[in-house]
């Protein structure tokens, strides 16, 4: 299992900035781990914002595009988004996922793992 809690939500103004962190855990080895910021807003479906592979490869939604940035630290198994000239239509809650390669015989298997969550309010 992997455990992941994000921090760093809260309430800013209309071209501020927040950072979100997400700090996983647990006793699953991944082979390789591709990190997602998500977000869902009120009556709306969630909808990927960004995503950082192993690698350090990286990819945005087109609405969030030289705003956020994600990064991760392997080291410290801690992915991070930091949101930039914030819009009232970035209010949401954030989810951290990861998606884990795992070593299965006879073939490696994917799972998924979800935070709980953390609000984001950009007020105008």
Same mark, same amino acid.
Request: charged share 10%; aromatic share 22%; net charge neutral.
């Given at each position: 299992q992997v455990q992941l809690v994000e921090s760093g939500g809260g309430l800013a103004q209309a071209g501020g900035s927040l950072r979100l962190s997400c700090a996983a855990s647990g006793d699953t080895i991944c082979i390789s781990s591709t990190m997602g910021w998500y977000r869902q807003a009120p009556g709306k479906e969630r909808e990927l914002v960004a995503g950082i592979t192993s690698g350090g490869s990286t990819n945005y939604a087109d609405s969030v595009k030289g705003r956020f940035t994600i990064s991760r630290d392997n080291a410290k198994n801690t992915v991070l988004l930091q949101m930039n000239t914030l819009k009232p239509e970035d209010t949401? *809650?954030?989810y951290c996922k990861a998606s884990c390669l795992t070593r299965r015989w006879p073939?490696?298997?994917?799972?998924?793992?979800?935070? +709980?969550? /953390? +609000? *984001? /309010? *950009?007020s105008s």
């Open positions: 949401a *809650v954030y073939n490696n298997k994917l799972y998924d793992y979800w935070g +709980q969550g /953390t +609000q *984001v /309010t *950009v």
